[in-house]
């Protein structure tokens, strides 16, 4: 078994892959974070649109490239709980590419509808 890309320590059918199956859903806002830094690691565009608000999901996603997703850190969480309708997660996710190692940090927005989280 192999350890899940988010970094939680848990193997990857023990943590995102039953969300990117579609056997669970994220309980928290963090949790969908988590769920979709694995899937841009793995490739999963069907997932990642699937989760995306839809006032902001593109018409389509590319992933093609030469990016490789190598590590996640959650900085911040704000809301996001069972107990809320949104939140917000601070994270820094790091890469390579051909230009050598980088980081992408961003504060995203999470809004549950109808009970599940998805990504605005």
């Known amino acids: 078994m192999h350890d899940c890309p988010c970094g939680s320590g848990r ?8 969300l990117h ?7 928290t806002a963090e949790a969908l974070m988590r769920s979709r830094y694995s899937a ?9 649109l699937r989760t995306w608000h839809p006032d902001t999901r593109p018409a389509r996603l590319d ?3 030469e990016r490789r997703w190598t590590g996640l850190e959650i900085v911040e969480t704000s809301g996001g709980t069972a107990f809320h309708s949104s939140g917000t997660v601070a994270f820094r996710a790091h890469y390579r590419d051909p230009e050598g190692p980088g ?8 809004l549950r509808i ?5 990504y605005r």
Do not use: I, M, N
């Open 11 to 18: 193997t990857y059918g023990a943590c995102c892959g039953r």
């Open 21 to 27: 199956a579609g056997t669970a859903g994220a309980e």
């Open 40 to 48: 841009f690691a793995l490739g999963d565009t069907a997932y990642l």
């Open 63 to 65: 992933l093609a490239g």
């Open 103 to 110: 980081v992408q940090e961003e504060t995203s927005e999470f």
């Open 114 to 118: 109808e009970g599940a989280w998805h």
